[in-house]
């Protein structure tokens, strides 16, 4: 029985003993389990904030990369855009590769028509001609303008957006998953809105977008602006050379009218010069005859009205061939007749022609030559007449004891003379006008001197057809310099 | 030969012009020889009848077979928004190629068809399917079960689900002149020439692994007996009406449901979440079984970026020192989404192992059909997301 209690005290000992290793051990078990689990627990909290942080950088970079994208893309617009004035060209530049570079693959530009307040389409990007049509009617048929033109903010609209009314239903009007888009505006005015959108969901539009829309936005409004006013300027100077045009013909015209009146009046003298000196030839003649008395006795008095008549006849043949002269070599009738002529023989024979009036005012006359060669090229009956009329003038208008200088000069393929003297000088008034036919200054000597007023004229027209140049300078009271140049050759 | 390849790119704004340009560019590269098959991948941005329209206006009678997608890989590198055009000209490899209709009725039968159409009229030695699906109907696993079922279980099926202007949009895929949505188009390539494939993810697993308890075809009901939506809200802080409103694709894509693979293995196939039903049932793009255990998934760039290398890699051990002919590259959408503006780094990283010049035909697709991350390059085929596949080719 002892033995019996014994077993039995020993088995539920054990048992129990047992019993309390096992619920030891299982608690332990437990408590690991929770341990393990709460590490679990934990690093699935972490992993939320992982998550969470994964996120928010994917954002970030998204964003950055869509700047950094835009930022090059519009620098290198900026580029090209900054050499034109023109809207269109600028318009060429946003093309598909710059709007897929920006992340879209659609695009509108639309700008409000200044006469009938219309949007009208002025550049597009995957769109046909026959949905900017659609788009157009869409638009303009229920006022989208105000809403596309809002200042404030971009309105940024994609289909996975709670939003109800007219933004989200451009979403199909424009055919389209996502958009954004930025006004352009122009002094301070919007006259239009530039959209980029994705027909795609993957390349969804976000509010990143928008600076870089804005600021496209802008380039284009100051393109727009730059444009209206190269415009402006454009055609104020196309004007103006319009005017500067039609004041150039009108002033060719008038030359060619000029021209066309000087023939007939070159014509006209010529023809009247003929007609004159056919009788003037006559009456010289007659005249002639009758003086010496084989038509009868010529009393003295007669004799001397006819001898008048020989003289003043004379006068007229001289003015009559001056005006021929002049009127042939203008027409280019007379050719010059180009000879080898020596310099000093032609100034010798025309002091010595001119010696008797030299005499008689006591004029001291200087040849004053600075060149080594003596002979040059040019007609001679002509350049002697160019300087019979300077040096009769010189001697004409200088008083007496006064000083006339021939200065004779080397200008490499030319050569210059100047007849210079000490006369009465020529009116500052009467300048512009020295070289006109008939032109006789208005002074009291210049009255009293007879001329015809064609000399200097012909002497003009000679230089000039010798290829040459004349002018003068002149002080009243002091004296005139004539110079003139012609080639040597 | 006797393997030509033309790549033309086309980002002409007009679809026909586009069409005709991108083929017209591939047709001048493969040197006047018969075109044999033209691979064409379309953006949804395009006409898509007015692009094929101007890339048969080249082609003529040759055999089509393409897809939508949203970016085009190629010796150009990464290209969005585009018409990409691939002109195969080849006396050593035959194209056969096949359609299955009504994917969202019956996605294995569709499969099947597809594969059974080109088995029966392929010649010569079966060497890989490439096939596009659509990826907005239907379930991507039982099409290719269904291919399987025709091709056999470790027949090497590459290929993806098409991609379309938005998640919920319409997909295309191209069967010569045909335009189907709702289908399955593929291409055998039969003939004497080794294949190396190779396929790799580089998502992770985050947080703690959760089990389906309860999933039906690709729907999965409840993950660790509570409703399944709740793993999107409790990581996300986000309300079921946000998740709703369509936020769950987007929080999907970068953020998929991984499958682990085995007990063994550190490997998992993902899954997107499509959308979210009333009850907070998650539809996901392809199937998925109950008392797996699965993960959130985290993608990182540097490790998507070396993940390529590791595909490439894994595809160049399977060519067994075979001088390569040419590649067939799918990189998933949500890659070129996370890239961004280093895409190109995925497809360089690439180029540099298969070598620059060798020849490229790809696209991104909304998942990808490849074998097994883990397995060889003959072992099943899977359906995966967020994965590069890189098959290579031989003669």
């Known amino acids: ?489 | 030969m006797a393997t030509v390849i033309g790549t033309g790119i086309s980002t002409k704004l007009n679809s026909f012009a586009a069409g005709k340009e991108a083929a017209l560019s591939a047709y001048s590269q493969i040197e006047k020889k018969d075109p044999s098959i033209v691979i064409t991948f379309i953006s949804p941005i395009y006409d898509q009848r007015e692009a094929i329209k101007g890339i048969k206006y080249i082609t003529k009678d040759t055999p089509l077979i393409g897809c939508s997608s949203i970016g085009s890989i190629s010796n150009y590198g990464s290209r969005a928004d585009s018409i990409a055009v691939f002109i195969i000209s080849s006396n050593s490899i035959a194209f056969s190629c096949g359609i299955g209709r009504n994917v969202s009725k019956s996605s294995r039968s569709a499969g099947h068809e597809a594969a059974k159409q080109a088995s029966n009229s392929s010649h010569g030695i079966k060497q890989s399917y490439l096939m596009f699906s659509s990826s907005t109907s239907g379930n991507s696993s039982d099409i290719l079960r269904g291919s399987q079922e025709a091709l056999g279980t470790v027949f090497p099926v590459i290929g993806g689900g098409s991609s379309g202007r938005s998640y919920v949009g319409k997909t295309y895929q191209y069967i010569n002149s045909e335009i189907e949505t709702d289908s399955v188009t593929g291409v055998l390539l039969s003939g004497d020439l080794k294949v190396g494939m190779g396929q790799a993810s580089g998502w992770q697993p985050i947080g703690k692994p959760h089990k389906v308890t309860k999933a039906k075809y690709n729907i999965i009901k409840e993950i660790d007996k509570r409703i399944a939506v709740e793993i999107y809200e409790d990581y996300f802080e986000k309300s079921f009406e946000e998740l709703k409103n369509k936020k769950i694709f987007d929080l999907g894509l970068s953020y998929p449901i991984g499958e682990h693979m085995a007990d063994k293995t550190t490997d998992y196939i993902t899954r997107v979440p499509l959308k979210i039903e009333d009850n907070g049932e998650l539809v996901l793009n392809a199937g998925i079984e109950e008392e797996k255990d699965i993960s959130l998934m985290i993608g990182d760039k540097d490790i998507v970026i070396e993940s390529a290398k590791e595909a490439a890699a894994k595809a160049i051990d399977a060519l067994r020192g075979a001088p390569i002919k040419f590649a067939i590259i799918f990189s998933d959408i949500s890659r070129m989404l996370l890239l961004r503006r280093d895409a190109y780094k995925e497809i360089d990283a690439i180029k540099e192992a298969i070598g620059k010049k060798t020849p490229v035909i790809g696209c991104y697709t909304f998942g990808e059909y490849a074998p097994s991350i883990s397995g060889d390059d003959r072992s099943q085929c899977l359906f995966n997301n967020h994965s590069v596949s890189i098959t290579l080719f031989s003669e």
């Open chain 1, 1 to 489: 029985m002892d033995i019996y209690i014994l077993v039995s005290a020993l088995t539920i000992g054990i048992l129990f003993i047992l019993y309390y290793f096992e619920r030891t051990r299982r608690m332990g078990t437990e408590r690991l389990n929770k341990r393990l689990q709460d590490i679990i627990d934990q690093l699935d909290s972490q992993a939320k904030i992982i998550i969470k942080t994964d996120l928010a950088l994917n954002r970030v970079q998204e964003e950055l990369d869509r700047k950094i994208t835009g930022l090059y893309t519009l620098h290198e617009l900026g580029k090209e855009a900054s050499s034109t004035f023109n809207i269109e060209n600028l318009l060429g530049l946003i093309n598909q590769p710059f709007v897929l570079k920006l992340g879209f693959s659609k695009l509108l530009i639309m700008l409000k028509d200044e006469a009938s307040g219309m949007l009208t389409t002025k550049s597009s990007i995957s769109y046909s001609p026959d949905e900017i049509k659609k788009i157009e009617l869409e638009l303009n048929k229920k006022q989208f303008a105000g809403l596309l033109f809002k200042k404030e903010r971009p309105i940024l609209v994609n289909r996975e957006m709670e939003i109800a009314g007219e933004e989200y239903n451009l979403l199909n009007t424009l055919n389209i998953e996502s958009f954004i888009t930025a006004p352009i505006i122009v002094k301070d005015e919007p006259v239009g809105f530039i959209l980029m959108g994705n027909a795609s969901i993957y390349g969804k539009a976000v509010e990143g977008d928008a600076e870089l829309l804005f600021i496209l936005a802008s380039q284009i409004g100051t393109a727009i602006e730059n444009t209206k006013l190269y415009t402006e300027l454009f055609g104020s100077h196309k004007k103006l050379e319009m005017m500067v045009a039609e004041r150039t013909r009108e002033l060719e015209k008038l030359n060619e009218e000029l021209k066309n009146l000087n023939k007939m009046k070159s014509d006209f003298i010529s023809s009247v010069s003929h007609e004159l000196r056919t009788p003037l030839t006559s009456i010289k003649g007659y005249a002639s005859i009758l003086m010496t008395g084989k038509l009868g006795d010529v009393l003295p008095a007669q004799k001397e009205r006819l001898e008048k008549i020989d003289k003043h006849s004379n006068s007229l043949v001289h003015l009559i061939n001056n005006l021929l002269d002049i009127a042939r070599i203008e027409s280019g009738k007379v050719q010059m007749d180009m000879k080898d002529i020596s310099i000093k023989e032609m100034l010798d024979s025309i002091t010595d022609i001119l010696a008797p009036q030299i005499k008689e005012k006591n004029i001291s006359l200087k040849i004053n030559s600075k060149i080594k060669f003596d002979k040059i090229k040019a007609d001679p009956n002509q350049l002697e007449r160019v300087f019979l009329n300077l040096l009769s003038n010189a001697v004409k208008f200088t008083p007496e004891k006064g000083t006339v200088n021939i200065y004779i000069e080397d200008k490499h393929d030319d050569i210059q003379f100047s007849v210079e003297d000490t006369g009465i000088g020529i009116p500052p008034q009467d300048i512009p006008k020295v070289f006109q036919e008939f032109f006789r200054a208005d002074n009291a000597l210049d009255q009293k001197i007879k001329g015809s007023g064609l000399g200097l004229s012909l002497v003009k027209k000679i230089i000039e057809a010798h290829k040459g140049k004349i002018w003068f300078d002149s002080e009243l009271g002091k004296g005139t310099r004539f110079t003139f140049i012609i080639p040597k050759y």
